[in-house]
């Protein structure tokens, strides 16, 4: 899959920048055309000429020297990238790439490409465990880049766990599967909503719920990933919108969501109701404050629409995906919602398992389909989840 790619190779200050050697080597035999770029603290241990050799390219490590045609040259080599492949990244270099900071050829070029990242952690295993660093590359993955997990094991330091550059054969294997992943949503039209709605009491309070919007964040930024043309509609999220979307689409509340689910829907291919839309509203806002009153307050409610149902009653050549979020008797719900709704196929999560539901980075689901066949998927990233749905959608499109 690397033969003819182009990779831009960004090597940083680790003690592990020795590996990335064997890498330029490896890498070679792919058949890639390889760029290493050296940041100053790089140069430290491992000198330029080793990848020079290795690479047949002159190596990049000063942002101002004189090129040697007339180009903007980080722009040149953003733009000419398939792949920009950071190994070994530092927690500085993290930090700087989750920050938006540029001020070298690595991280300016990070900045211009429109390439895939592919970001491989080496440090020390408390600093690849502190709450920052976490932080920072989860900041990464929400802007639509990779990263590897570092192995675990001895380190430099003298410390063991987290934080050793995996093996080179392995970065390799890694970045095989992300360039080599197969564009099969290519020219399909991919409508999901995410996040939770919020159905406004007055000014400043609102009924809503725990959703976090990471599943239906993750189907998005997979169905990029495959070449589909996505169309993401979220309620209110704390995450950042993956890169490369047809259209991003924020609402608020549950009427706002189905206007623009209606107004999208036609031209779909695949819709997937990832969303957890609030059941009821409010019958009247006030425009005011609500002041505390002595005996308690009592809100009406009314129904909001059910945005699945009418897509169901609607939908003519699409694939409808639907979710249940349950607590009591899952499996007996979910199928119901299934039938009721006229889903091709429901994705049903019971959110009382540890490491399912609102807010987690993982989730256990089990699909079932019309036909009454169900399928158990192990505990899983919801970036794998989103894999794994998109994976039984195409059938359908086929």
Not at 20 to 41: C, D
Not at 280 to 300: A, S
Request: include cysteine.
């Amino acid at each position: 899959m690397l033969e003819g790619k182009f990779v831009v190779l960004g090597v940083t200050g680790s003690i592990a920048a020795y590996k990335s050697a064997e890498l330029v080597r490896l890498l070679k035999k792919q058949g890639a055309l390889v760029q290493v770029i050296m940041t100053e603290s790089a140069c430290e241990f491992i000198k330029p000429l080793t990848f020079q050799v290795l690479s047949q390219n002159q190596v990049i490590t000063d942002m101002f020297r004189e090129p040697s045609k007339w180009e903007v040259e980080h722009v040149a080599l953003a733009d000419r990238a398939d792949l920009v492949l950071i190994a070994p990244a530092t927690a500085n270099i993290i930090a700087k790439i989750a920050a938006g900071i540029a001020d070298d050829m690595l991280t300016t070029t990070i900045l211009a490409t429109r390439a895939k990242v592919v970001v491989v952690p080496a440090m020390n295993v408390h600093m690849y465990e502190h709450p920052i660093t976490q932080r920072n590359i989860q900041r990464l993955k929400e802007s639509g880049i990779e990263v590897m997990k570092p192995a675990e094991g001895f380190l430099a330091c003298g410390y063991t766990g987290k934080g050793r550059f995996p093996e080179p054969a392995d970065i390799v294997k890694f970045v095989d599967s992300i360039v080599g992943r197969a564009q099969d949503l290519k020219g399909k039209t991919v409508l999901i909503t995410a996040g939770p709605t919020r159905e406004p009491v007055d000014p400043v309070r609102f009924i809503s719920n725990h959703s976090s919007g990471k599943m239906g964040y993750a189907l998005a930024r997979q169905a990029v990933l495959r070449g589909a043309r996505v169309v993401l509609i979220s309620g209110p999220t704390s995450i950042d919108p993956p890169a490369g979307l047809y259209k991003f689409i924020p609402v608020e509340t549950a009427l706002e969501m189905e206007k623009a689910v209606l107004e999208n829907f036609t031209q779909a291919h695949v819709v997937i109701k990832a969303a957890a839309v609030a059941d009821f509203r409010p019958k009247n806002y006030n425009p005011g404050k609500i002041k505390k009153q002595g005996g308690g307050m009592v809100i009406e409610l009314v129904k909001n629409p059910d945005i699945l149902q009418e897509l169901g009653e609607k939908k003519q050549h699409q694939v409808l995906v639907g979710f249940a979020a349950e607590t009591d008797e899952p499996e007996k719900n979910a199928k119901e919602k299934l039938e009721r709704k006229n889903l091709d196929f429901i994705v049903l999560n019971d959110v009382t398992q540890e490491g399912a539901g609102f807010g987690s980075d993982t989730n256990i689901v089990k699909i079932i389909y019309r036909d009454g066949r169900t399928e158990i998927l192990p505990k899983m990233l919801k970036r794998d989840v989103a894999d794994a749905i998109l994976d039984r959608v195409l059938p359908y499109l086929n």
